[in-house]
């Protein structure tokens, strides 16, 4: 089993940044793929971004350009860097793993909010 702490979570003005972290312990070994997913109030959890074991990355389209994921498989740690932020990337951020059987693990979520 997989557990992820996140942190890094806060309030910024537009054309902001920060950087989100997201701990893992447990079965390191197992995992495969990290990412971030994003939820806004009264929104369904979207994908932001992932990065594999070997370190193939993926974007949302609301990513590309300003969002940089990445890993340090020393520290057990994804990061997501933040840049440009908008008021629309408002949302609770949450870390996950993907083992190698396609088990999923969560964080508890950190909080972004972006003024105008």
């Known amino acids: 089993q997989v557990q992820l702490v996140e942190s890094g979570g806060g309030l910024v003005q537009a054309g902001g940044s920060l950087r989100l972290s997201c701990a893992a312990s447990?079965?390191?070994?197992?995992?495969?793929?990290m990412g971030w997913y994003q939820q806004a109030p009264g929104k369904q959890r979207e994908l932001v971004a992932h990065?594999?074991?070997?370190?193939?990355?993926n974007y949302a389209n609301s990513a590309k350009g300003r969002f940089t994921i990445s890993r340090d498989n020393a520290k057990n740690t994804v990061y997501l860097q933040m840049n440009s932020l908008k008021p629309e990337d408002t949302a609770v951020y949450y870390c996950y793993a993907l083992d190698w059987s396609g088990f999923s693990s969560w964080g508890q979520g950190t909080q972004v909010a972006v003024s105008s």
């Open positions: 447990g079965s390191i070994s197992s995992i495969n793929v």
């Open positions: 990065i594999t074991a070997v370190g193939f990355t």
